[in-house]
T-cell receptor, first 113, second 115 residues
């Protein structure tokens, strides 16, 4: 069965500092992995996805994530936080030929000016 | 519009009443999902439709919850005899086709409050 664990329900960084949001997954087959962002009162928006083509994936808004099979991780990073990055971030995994997606519990990112 | 549309955006109702939530997916998207997001929590899978296949209802929390979809178009999620614990944001998402690499496109949700 597939599952996702996001470490840290809340993360605070200073504006301009590195953003690191952690995601570990469990999957019985090679997974497809996604990061989504949710702004207040909005639905989720895709940031990036891992589809086995490359282990380092670049997404929108300057975010990127690296797939590490040995660590079963897919952490999200951004070199320099911007105030507009304050939002909630969700990691998600999909396995098999099935379309069901399992989401993590989310990490709220606060950016301090 | 090009995105997933959900209505109403907000719904306040009394305990015990029935509610119906609507989702219009992106045209051509064959897969449609419903999720529940309680305050401060992640997404809880409710139900999944794929084309004309039987839906995956494994996430529906009780028999008070049901959903329908007509072909590859509109879906409605119905909650009967609402309870206060049903208060949440209900999110709908669609995706274009089979394939594990297809991301989901989300609507802005319906915020349901049970008094």
């Amino acid at each position: 069965a597939q599952s996702v664990t996001q470490l840290g329900s809340h993360v605070s960084v200073s504006e301009g500092a590195l953003v690191l949001l952690r995601c570990n997954y469990s999957s019985s087959v090679p997974p497809y992995l996604f990061w989504y962002v949710q702004y207040p009162n909005k639905g989720l928006q895709l940031l990036l996805k891992y589809t086995s083509a490359a282990t380092l994936v670049k997404g929108i808004n300057g975010f990127e994530a690296e797939f590490k099979k040995s660590e079963t991780s897919f952490h999200l990073t951004k070199p320099s936080a911007h105030m507009s990055d304050a939002a909630e971030y969700f990691c998600a995994v999909r396995e098999g030929g099935y379309q069901k997606v399992t989401f993590g519990t989310g990490t709220k990112l606060q950016v301090i000016p | 519009g090009a995105g997933v549309s959900q209505s109403p955006s907000n719904k306040v109702t009394e305990k015990g009443k029935d509610v119906e939530l609507r989702c219009d997916p992106i045209s051509g998207h064959t897969a449609l999902y419903w999720y529940r997001q309680r305050l401060g929590q992640g997404l809880e899978f409710l139900i999944y439709f794929q084309g004309n296949s039987a839906p995956d209802k494994s996430g529906l929390p009780s028999d008070r919850f049901s959903a329908e979809r007509t072909g590859e178009s509109v879906s409605t999620l119905t909650i009967q005899r609402t309870q206060q614990e049903d208060s949440a944001v209900y999110l709908c998402a669609s995706s274009p086709a089979r394939g594990r690499d297809q991301p989901q496109h989300f609507g802005d949700g319906t915020r349901l409050s049970i008094l």
